[in-house]
């Protein structure tokens, strides 16, 4: 894939990613501020149903108490008129009179002490009555045209007896319902607060009102006048502009009062919050799959990128390793051709050595190849037997010890484990000696020093390997195992490989049930740690 192609494919995959991210993020957002408004409307509702059951409760108690009074002290009203109206109305066709006449009195109620409050000495009360009657005549028609003028008439009524009398007698209701309205609204008003509501009720009823209606979470409250806090609130209210709502409570006829009920939720976000939950853990998690998924892809097409560099740098060395052994073979075989050399019997064998060599080395080269393709399919047969390591470890650097002096170097044994008997594949596990002791060389820039050590922890037996050649950096400890990884080696261009040798050497060391690790500065050396478990 293009490298920049594959940039604006991740910058791409980035940005939609993003995008979903944000798009959850707005819906989540969204959903509580309408649960927000939702909310606020819900409690205003009920909190006007609470100051409507505050008054109403007031009322009731105002009444009970009022006419407890009444029938308790038996008072005995005064009455009085105030006004007489008087109506006639005669059908000429007829000779039917009719006298119609109302008189409104009043019930003046003075009651001494007061039932609310002993400090005041009196209260007074009217009650309104009206008495109504309809006479009715019915004169012969001279007699009603004689008497037609209104002096005759009136002595004509006063002589007469009605032939028919309409009486009826009751109270003037609105007047007495405005008049006791007024009375009830002047009285109250004169009291402090707390007489007119405790904290214990005030509680009760939001209490109530609350869960009937579906809102359980916690609350305060509060009853301010004229802005100022009263004695009639919650112990931990607190005036919260984004938790608290409102509404005027103890209004007055004119709908007037200086009293405001405030209602506070402080874990107002949490109860809101917890109706969203389980879609936003779904949202989440949806949200989370994708992400995995995304990184998982842009993992997949790294390494797929980093495959396709080590493939290629793995052809470009496995091309460089078999052209000198095909380039050394093919000069060898047409200077045997020579007739000056072929009557030669010692230049003869030379070459023919040397064909002999670069052959054994491509041949390994494809061995280690072969070998680490049936690791894989797991076809590769390896047969384990009691063996004793330190005595393989001695077999092992007989294999390089050659080359260690041929760049005259050296190699050092400290053999200290008592206890060496493992059961491992003793050619293959000496080939990973053999591959980690041949890293070493090939990295050590001088004369190559190399210590090999063992010892015993618990049932253990560890191997350490260790150089002091160029070492390497973090990142390659990390990847050093790795199939095809190979780490740049800068000016160190007579290090050949094909990054397959240690990959052989983790292959093996896991099918032994065993651990491999490193331990490595840049410029300090490196050193192979493996643990192989003993036989009991």
């Known amino acids: 894939m293009n490298k920049y192609k594959f940039k604006f494919l991740v910058v791409l995959m980035s940005l939609s990613l993003i995008g979903i991210i944000l798009v959850q993020l707005y819906w989540i957002n969204t959903s509580y501020i309408n649960n927000d408004n939702q909310f606020k409307l819900h409690v205003t509702q009920i909190i006007g149903k609470v100051a409507d059951q505050i008054k109403d409760r007031e009322r009731y108690d105002y009444d009970k108490k009022f006419n407890e009074f009444i029938n308790k002290t038996g008072k005995i009203p005064g009455k009085k008129d105030i006004k007489e109206i008087f109506y006639f109305e005669k059908d000429k066709q007829t000779n039917r009179e009719i006298v119609y006449s109302n008189t409104i009195s009043f019930e003046d109620y003075n009651l001494k002490g007061s039932f609310f409050d002993s400090k005041k000495e009196s209260i007074s009360l009217r009650n309104y009555t009206s008495k109504r009657r309809t006479e009715i005549y019915h004169g012969d028609k001279q007699s009603f045209d004689d008497a037609f003028d209104t002096e005759s008439s009136r002595s004509f009524r006063s002589e007469s007896v009605p032939d028919e009398i309409i009486e009826k007698e009751g109270e003037i209701d609105e007047i007495n319902r405005i008049t006791y309205n007024m009375l009830f609204n002047d009285m109250v008003a004169s009291y402090p607060i707390e007489k007119r509501i405790t904290n214990d009720q005030l509680k009760e009823i939001l209490t109530e009102q609350f869960l009937e209606n579906g809102i359980n979470t916690h609350f305060e409250y509060g009853i301010y006048s004229n802005g100022l806090s009263t004695t009639i609130k919650s112990s931990n209210f607190v005036y919260d502009e984004n938790k608290t709502y409102s509404v005027p409570i103890l209004q007055d006829l004119e709908n007037n009062t200086k009293y405001q009920l405030y209602i506070s939720f402080p874990e107002k976000s949490k109860y809101l919050f917890s109706d969203l939950l389980p879609f936003v853990l779904i949202s989440l998690l949806f949200t989370f799959v994708i992400i995995a998924a995304y990184i998982s892809a842009i993992n997949q097409l790294i390494k797929q990128r980093q495959i396709s560099e080590i493939k290629t740098d793995f052809i470009n060395n496995m091309t460089h390793e078999f052209k000198t052994p095909i380039a050394t073979i093919n000069l060898a075989l047409d200077a045997i051709k020579n007739p000056k050399i072929i009557d030669d019997n010692e230049k003869v064998m030379r070459y023919l050595q040397m064909i002999r060599d670069e052959n054994k080395r491509m041949h390994a080269q494809i061995e280690n190849i072969l070998r680490i393709s ?146 490595s500065e840049k410029g300090k050396g490196s050193t192979f740690v493996i643990k192989l478990p003993l036989i009991n």
């Open 374 to 519: 049936k690791l894989e399919k797991r076809e590769l047969d390896i047969q384990k037997e009691k063996t004793e390591i330190n005595e393989l470890v001695e077999i092992a650097l007989d294999h390089v010890m050659l080359i260690i002096e041929d760049r005259e170097g050296e190699a050092r044994l400290h053999l200290n484990a008592v206890r060496d008997t493992a059961l491992v594949s003793p050619m293959h596990f000496t080939n990973v000696l053999v591959n980690i002791l041949d890293n070493a060389i090939k990295y050590s820039i001088q004369a190559p020093q190399i210590d090999i050590y063992t010892e015993n922890v618990k049932d253990f037996i560890l191997i350490r390997i260790q150089d002091q050649g160029a070492g390497m950096s973090k990142v390659a400890q990390k990847r050093i195992f790795e199939k095809f990884y190979r780490e740049h080696t800068g000016d160190l261009h007579n290090v050949k490989g094909h990054g397959l040798g240690l990959a052989y050497v983790k292959q093996i060391i896991d099918d032994h049930n065993a651990h491999i690790y490193v331990e």
